[in-house]
Each structure stands twice: as C-alpha cells, then as structure tokens.
C-alpha cells in the first residue's frame, strides 16, 4: 500500500505551473528501474495531447499530457488501463508524470507543521486544496485583501 508515503506538489518543471497537490512518487509497475510521479486526479491546467498509444511495458492504452501554459509533455494519462494493471495494485493513479518534467515539494498537513501522508489525505472530492476554483479564489481574496492593505496605507 502506499499509506507511509509522502503527498507532494507537482509543478511544471518548464514554466512553474501548478500542477497537482496529490502527487506520489513512484515506480513504473512494468519497470520499477523507472521512476515517476503519479496521481489519483485529472491534474490542473494539463491538456491530453496525440492520440492513444502503447508502450513495450504492457498492454495500457496512454496519451501524453501537456502543461497548458507552456505547451511542454510533462507525462501521461492512463485512457484504458491493461488487464495486469487493473490485477496490481494500481490504486487509481491514471496520471503519471515524468521526474525531470516537474519539480516536486512535500505537501504539508493544514496547519502547515507536518508532512503530509497519503494516509492522511482525505478523499480527491473532500480534498479542498485540490479544489483548484476554490484556492484560485482564495489566492484572489488574497490578493485584492493585500490590495486593500495597501490602498489603506497608501490613503491614511
Ligand atoms: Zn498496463
Ligand atoms: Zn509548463
């Protein structure tokens, strides 16, 4: 299981763009020599690039993602998992990314002391970071707050 292991933010190693904050590191199931990152989520601000394709590893059906910002291919999605997939433990992580196309940082619990575990991760649709409308608006506040701030001090 991946429990003991650690929740990470995926960003664009091209452009800094965000691109996921339930990413995990791991191996290639077909190969464990190669490593990468994988998530459970449609990842933000990424577009499904080509068409469908297959790799030596195994019978999976993948298509390539690219960073909507800067346009690079930063992984891929798995559209039709293979039957030896489906069978290991592939606990629904269709996304993968590769390790030299992102930068990685340890996501931390909410009051932000300690690393967060994928054992303590709530569910994709209870996981309020993940809500990318929602931290857009929260940055949004924010910065208008900070804006506010400032027009304060300017005008006092
Ligand atoms: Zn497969
Ligand atoms: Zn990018």
Known sequence: MHHHRTVCKLKCAHCDNNVCV????????????????STDVPPFSVQLVGEDYMTQNCQCKIRDVACLTCGNVLGYHITQPCQQCMEACNNGHLWMFHTEAVTSEERLDPEGKKILLWAHLPRAEKDTENDLKKSVERRWKRQSMLLEDAVSVYFR
């Open 22 to 37: 339930r990413g995990m590191k791991a191996m290639l199931l077909a190969d464990t020599r190669i490593e990468l990152y």
